[in-house]
């Protein structure tokens, strides 16, 4: 079974840049049957897709939030990284690592990380 694990601080002041670790188990990072997402949910929100990478490590973001975001992957570590810079109170989300299959549909969730932003 595939498990999913989210790392990372729990608070980020304003302006900081994000940055969150989602170690997989149970599949390798580059199995053809998944992508690997980040999706996040901001308190009183629904869930917002981010990005994510695929098998052959391409990546794909959300056009809101591409100009500040980065997804990236160690092979070795089989694990996933997000970075969120210019980061603002509206960010405050939790924060989910989630494998997506071909279909679209999404598999495994992580628990989620609780990202707060404040000064």
């Known amino acids: 079974q595939v498990q999913l694990q989210e790392s990372g601080p729990g608070l980020v002041k304003p302006s900081q840049t994000l940055s969150l670790i989602c170690t997989i188990s149970g599949a390798s990072i580059t199995t053809n049957n998944y992508a690997w997402s980040w999706i996040r949910q901001p308190p009183g929100k629904g869930l917002e897709w981010m990005g994510n990478?695929?098998?052959?490590?391409?990546?794909y973001y959300s056009p809101s939030l591409q100009s500040r975001t980065s997804i990236s992957r160690d092979t070795t570590k089989n694990q996933l990284t997000l970075q969120l810079s210019s980061m603002t109170p509206q960010d405050t989300a939790v924060y989910y690592c989630v494998s997506q299959r071909l279909t679209g549909d999404y598999d495994y969730w992580g628990q989620g990380t609780q990202v707060t932003v404040s000064s």
């Open positions: 990478i695929g098998s052959t490590g391409s990546v």
